[in-house]
């Protein structure tokens, strides 16, 4: 079956420094792959998304690059705000399965000023 | 537009009660999902519908039923609430050719 593996946290950063969220997958076909947001207190949003091997998704600084050769689409962002302190979850979804996401566990990044 | 809502927001049930949560979605999506979210495990699935009048077993289905009357509305039952349920509860929905899924707030459910 399919599964996702995301970098455990929680992750403190600072204001301004480099963020890096590791994701892997395993999958029994060719999914799409997506980074949900979830602020405290709030469902989750679609932060970026890509479809294709080396599609690379973007959206608020936030950049992720679909890597099949490595099963991987690891979250980065040059310089973090406090206003990103937040859950994230990769997520894949395969058009056979009826697009239904299978979540990684979630990482916890609180940035301070 | 209100997107995708969840009623209640909030319950305290006790072992052995039954509560139905309704999530309802304007946007004529087909696809609905019921996740329910736990801490360190991420999102599971536990039943999802394809359209109205249909529904099948996600990851998690037991001690949950579900049904999809009106494409529009999905709701997520739970017949004998066990502690185990405790949890907060996501509904999703999906428009038929995409592959996002747009989220509710949630329901947070606490069974003692």
């Known amino acids: 079956g399919n599964s996702v593996t995301q970098m455990e946290g929680p992750v403190t950063l600072s204001e301004e420094a480099f963020l890096t969220i590791n994701c892997t997958y395993t999958a029994t076909g060719y999914p799409s792959l997506f980074w949900y947001v979830q602020y405290p207190g709030e469902g989750l949003q679609l932060l970026l998304k890509?479809?294709?091997?080396?599609d690379k998704g973007s959206n608020k600084g936030f950049e992720a690059t679909y890597r099949k050769e490595t099963t991987s689409f690891h979250l980065e962002k040059g310089s973090v705000q406090v206003s990103d302190s937040a859950v994230y979850f990769c997520?894949?979804?395969?058009?056979?399965?009826?697009?239904?996401?299978?979540f990684g566990k979630g990482t916890l990044l609180t940035v301070n000023p | 537009n209100a997107g995708v809502t969840q009623t209640p927001k909030f319950r305290v049930l006790k072992t052995g009660q039954s509560m139905t949560l309704l999530c309802a979605q304007d946007m004529n999506h087909e696809y609905m999902y019921w996740y329910r979210q736990d801490p360190g495990m991420g999102l599971r699935l536990i039943h999802y519908s394809v359209g109205e009048g249909t529904t099948a077993k996600g990851e998690v289905p037991d001690g949950y039923n579900v049904s999809r009357l009106k494409k529009q509305n999905f709701l997520l039952g739970l017949e004998s609430a066990a502690p185990s349920q405790t949890s907060v509860y996501f509904c999703?929905?999906?428009?038929?050719?995409?592959?996002?899924?747009?989220f509710g707030p949630g329901t947070r459910l606490t069974v003692t």
């Open positions: 999703a929905s999906m428009r038929t050719g995409e592959d996002e899924q747009y």
């Open positions: 997520a894949l979804s395969e058009l056979g399965s009826n697009y239904k996401l299978t």
């Open positions: 890509a479809t294709k091997a080396d």
